[in-house]
């Protein structure tokens, strides 16, 4: 039996699944089971790297979704409208989908899956996170044996890239920047990717899948890095450290096993140059997930991009495939769907505020070059139960004294109230950097 596949969008992901789709050779077999049969897109008459027959193409996107012909719509429009629209269309019409859309899952996941559920179908999105590396997949299957107690992932390629260029050149971040705008690894607006936002998107999901529960994502603390400058990675590097927009998942060690305490945050962070991530360079993402009994697995490869994305796309498509199969086989019953394929928890996971999270800090002062300063804000930090690992005057920027400060594990609500005293001192100019420390 074959398989049709209603295509939303032939952009750069959309050209790399059907090229895919078109070359079965040397690939699954299951790839052979599959028909391209209607494509939506913008315009009919855009030039394209990809030769389809005309009757392929069509502009109406609702039209592909409510055609009987089509078994599986897989959704690479992006963006949120009309996406959702569309998706859920898809699910009312007994479709199967595949999306590599994050925004909208993050967002909208809980309609979207409790509709799926409700119709018996699938929605798959391995190429929502870490583009062509198997991570959503393996948190459902592979891992599903384990307690996780969290995930740590470098999600964003273009806040990584800007990242390591800034180490490796000491340069400014703005001129990073516009350089990756230039390239094509920045959009013309870098918001959603240098403010955390698109990490934030990532994580919430991944976290739904390591945890077993559905997360809020106005709960996801989202902070970018347009603060990190070339000195703060200048200062990381000698103290042994790296600088990484991190996206934590991490369940509180302290919460008991139906409490589902979790933290889940996407911020700059000092990683050790010992850490995994930490050689994680230039656009490349990886996830590190630790659970029990497994310990430690990371997984890594490229995070963006036609051919690694498709390839994720694609995967989904063989997945659904193989338990179509098997319901034509009558081994499985089409009403209800592969538990560990679907998404069936319903529950919100408990999200614990962000002055409630233990962690280290990089705090850099400029202050007034007067006797006692240093004392002064020791005496703050030591008054709001922060303990210090380590505060030197690092030298002069012009007439200001440069101190840098980083702290033990301390709870993150003590060490800005300690801050918020310190910023009132007399001989504090400015407080330009605050990193956290893995």
Request: with cysteine; charged share 20%.
């Amino acid at each position: 039996m074959v398989f049709k596949i209603g295509l939303l969008g032939l952009g750069t992901v959309g050209t790399g699944t059907v090229e895919i789709l078109l070359n079965p050779e040397g690939r699954h077999p299951l790839l052979s089971e599959l028909s391209l049969h209607r494509v939506g897109v913008r315009s009919l008459s855009k030039p394209r790297t990809v030769n389809l027959p005309e009757h392929l193409l069509t502009t109406d996107l609702e039209e592909i979704v409510i055609d009987p012909a089509v078994d599986i719509v897989v959704e690479l429009i992006g963006g949120l409208e009309p996406a959702r629209s569309l998706i859920l269309q898809a699910i009312e019409n007994g479709k199967h989908v595949v999306t590599a859309n994050k925004a909208v899952i993050s967002r909208y996941g809980s309609e979207i899956f409790d509709a799926a559920n409700e119709k018996g179908v699938y929605v798959l999105l391995e190429a929502a996170v870490g583009g062509g590396i198997p991570v959503i997949q393996p948190l459902k299957q592979s891992l599903g044996a384990n307690r996780i107690h969290k995930v740590t992932g470098i999600i964003n390629g273009t806040t990584n890239y800007i990242l390591t260029r800034m180490k490796n050149e000491g340069a400014d971040f703005a001129e990073v920047l516009a350089d990756a705008q230039r390239l094509g690894y920045a959009e013309a607006d870098p918001s959603a990717d240098i403010d955390g936002l698109d990490a934030g998107d990532k994580i919430a999901i991944l976290a739904s899948l390591a945890f077993g529960g559905r997360i809020k994502l106005e709960q996801v603390y989202c902070e970018g890095i347009r603060k990190i400058t070339a000195t703060d990675i200048a200062y990381a590097e000698k103290l042994g450290f790296v600088i990484k927009l991190l996206a934590i998942a991490a369940r509180d060690p302290n919460a008991t096993v139906d409490e589902d305490l979790l933290s889940i945050r996407v911020h700059p962070t000092l990683v050790p140059n010992t850490h995994p991530l930490a050689s994680i360079n230039d656009v490349y993402n990886a996830i590190l997930v630790e659970g029990e009994p497994i310990g430690q697995v990371m997984f890594f490869g490229r995070g963006a991009g036609a051919g690694p994305t498709a390839s994720a796309v694609v995967s989904d498509i063989l997945n659904i495939v193989a338990v179509l199969q098997m319901e034509e086989a009558e081994i499985v019953n089409p009403v209800v769907t592969h538990e560990m394929m679907s998404c069936t928890h319903q529950h919100y996971c408990k999200i614990a505020p962000m002055e409630d999270l233990v962690t280290r800090f990089y705090v850099r002062f400029l202050t007034k070059d007067s006797p006692g300063v240093i004392g002064k804000i020791g005496t703050c930090f030591g008054q709001h139960q922060v303990s210090l690992e380590s505060i030197v005057q690092t030298g002069f920027h012009e007439d200001l004294a440069e101190i840098v400060v980083v702290t033990h594990n301390v709870l993150e609500g003590n060490f800005h109230q300690a801050l918020t005293e310190i910023k009132n001192l007399d001989a504090i100019d400015s407080i330009p950097s605050l990193v956290r420390v893995l």
